[in-house]
């Protein structure tokens, strides 16, 4: 059952080959509140990227065709789609340096399945959270950029300094 802080328009994107690993997590993922779209290759997954509103996505390691590594570093090297979180999900690579070279790829998280269905949907809205937050932040950013700019144009048209 979704809970007060998760709202149901957050949109999961799973990339897996395996037909039953796609349906428990998105069961487990819509169960708590999120729409679901899956995909079973690298490139069916960035097509979907393309064409829809994806928040977050969980990328099976070890995909058939396009290297999960590749596909990774695609969405992260696209201006539209390097903020969507990825979280890589696997069953055979869980070692360190499976991890390291996952997360060095651009994943933001890493687990091994198989996975509790709480620790998967905490680090979904975990990695969620960090998303908005950072959507703030750059908003923030911006706002602050606009207004020193705003303030020296006012400074510079009358060379005085400004009153409070």
Do not use: W
């Not at 998967?120 to 975990?126: D, E, G, S």
């Amino acid at each position: 059952m979704p809970d007060k802080t998760t709202k149901l328009l957050s949109t999961v994107l799973h990339i897996d080959d395996d037909e039953l690993s796609r349906y428990v997590v998105a069961r487990i993922l819509r169960k708590a509140g999120f729409a679901m779209m899956t995909a079973k290759t690298g490139e069916e997954g960035l097509q979907l990227l393309a064409d829809h509103s994806i928040d977050l996505i969980v990328l099976d390691v070890e995909l058939p065709g396009m290297s999960v590594f590749d596909v990774c570093r695609e969405i992260k090297a696209n201006p539209k789609t390097a903020a969507i979180p990825v979280l890589h999900l696997s069953a055979h690579f869980t070692q360190g340096q499976d991890k390291a070279q996952g997360l060095d790829s651009g994943a933001d998280a890493y687990l091994a399945q198989t996975v509790e269905p709480i620790e998967l949907i905490a680090t979904v809205k975990t990695l969620l959270r960090i998303r908005k937050a950072e959507e703030s932040l750059r908003f923030l950013a911006e706002a602050s950029k606009m207004l020193v700019h705003s303030l020296n144009y006012r400074k510079g048209r009358t060379g005085e300094p400004l009153k409070p």
